[in-house]
Nanobody, 125 residues
Framework: QVQLVESGGGSVQAGGSLRLSCATSGYTYSTYSMGWFRQAPGKEREGVAAIDRDGVTTYADSVKGRFTISQDNAKNTLYLQMNSLKPEDTAMYYC???????????????????WGQGTQVTVSS
């Protein structure tokens, strides 16, 4: 049974940092592609960052230079380091796993077949 569990969300002021983690189990982590998505109230879910099994990454333009996605294959864990946070980064953040190879991962949610329950990130101005 595949499980994805996010943690690390919280409330910070603009300019602050947070590190999200996604602990995974129930599958061979290193063979999957992984991604972080977010959804703000009243908005569609959007891809934030993605990574493939070789560590090649993809970022949304809105977070380039501020967010860093990484993974620890030994711990089956995905991370999202978020720096210089802005109020517009406020959203529920989800990690997702795709059980096939996607070069650089993908920011399109249609490719992902497993999702976590989400962790809330709130950035105040």
């Amino acid at each position: 049974q595949v499980q994805l569990v996010e943690s690390g969300g919280g409330s910070v002021q603009a300019g602050g940092s947070l590190r999200l983690s996604c602990a995974t189990s129930g599958y061979t982590y290193s063979t999957y592609s992984m991604g972080w998505f977010r959804q703000a109230p009243g908005k569609e879910r959007e891809g934030v960052a993605a990574i493939d099994r070789d560590g090649v990454t993809t970022y949304a333009d809105s977070v380039k230079g501020r967010f860093t996605i990484s993974q620890d294959n030994a711990k089956n864990t995905l991370y999202l380091q978020m720096n210089s946070l802005k109020p517009e980064d406020t959203a529920m953040y989800y990690c997702a796993a795709a059980q096939w190879y996607l070069y650089g991962g993908s920011l399109h949610d249609k490719f992902y077949n497993y999702w976590g329950q989400g962790t809330q990130v709130t950035v105040s101005s």
